[in-house]
């Protein structure tokens, strides 16, 4: 079955950089959109930004252009978050999330446990 | 980026109630709409898709509708395991959730 697995817990200053790892089992990895999301303590999902594996080529939310990097290796089937500029408003939980469907766009089905990112000084 | 509008944001109901959710969009979405339910601590569950496409194994008494740029959510008969929080997405790109709303019991 379909599988993603983050990579653990962080804390970080403001003004650093975190880079958030998803490793994917089951199904064809290049085939299926992988999207990030993150959702602050007490608040709503926040779409972040996807990768196509098998393009190799991403697009982000408006908010986070410039500050955001998705990227995928198809070699371990592993989709990296790298977020820079760290501020105290990005602690929360990200998660990596795949589509359901290789025919895009496709909806999310399948989610990672999520990586608590905390900016702290 | 297109913004996802929900309201309300919090819904008091009861056992057996219609719940209606809306969701609107600032431009349309060619129906790239779905519906995800979320419950604390948990990551969130996708109930529809294309608007109005149940996914398997989500109850019949869940539905979508709508098209352009405004949607709803419908559920028929709230159950004690729907009190829950529910996100609409625009799933194209770029993509975008709308801000939630919370179903809790009356």
């Known amino acids: 079955q379909v599988q993603l697995v983050q990579s653990g817990a962080e804390v970080k200053k403001p003004g650093s950089s975190v880079k958030v790892s998803c490793k994917t089992s089951g199904g064809t990895f290049s085939s299926y959109d992988i999207n990030w999301v993150r959702q602050a303590p007490g608040q709503g999902l926040e779409w972040m930004g996807r990768?196509?594996?098998?393009?190799?080529?991403?697009d982000y939310a408006q908010k986070f252009q410039g500050r955001v990097t998705i990227t995928a290796d198809r070699s371990t089937s592993t989709a990296y978050m790298e977020l820079n500029s760290l501020r105290s408003e990005d602690t929360a939980i990200y998660y990596c999330?795949?589509?359901?469907?290789?025919?895009?766009?496709?909806?999310?089905?399948?989610w990672g446990q999520g990586t608590v990112v905390t900016v702290s000084s | 980026d297109i913004q996802m509008t929900q309201s309300p944001s919090t819904l008091s109901a009861s056992v057996g109630d219609r719940v209606t959710i809306t969701c609107r969009a600032s431009q349309s979405l060619n129906n790239w709409l779905a519906w995800y339910q979320q419950k604390p601590g948990k990551v969130p569950k996708l109930l529809i898709y294309?608007?109005?496409t149940l996914e398997s194994g989500v109850p019949s008494r869940f539905s979508g509708s709508g098209s352009g740029t405004e949607f709803t959510l419908t559920i028929s008969s709230l159950q004690p395991d729907d009190f829950a929080t529910y996100y609409c997405q625009n799933y194209n790109s770029p993509s975008g959730f709308g801000q939630g709303t919370k179903v809790e019991i009356k």
């Open positions: 999330a795949r589509a359901i469907d290789v025919v895009v766009p496709a909806p999310i089905g399948y």
């Open positions: 990768i196509i594996p098998i393009l190799g080529r991403a």
């Open positions: 294309k608007a109005s």
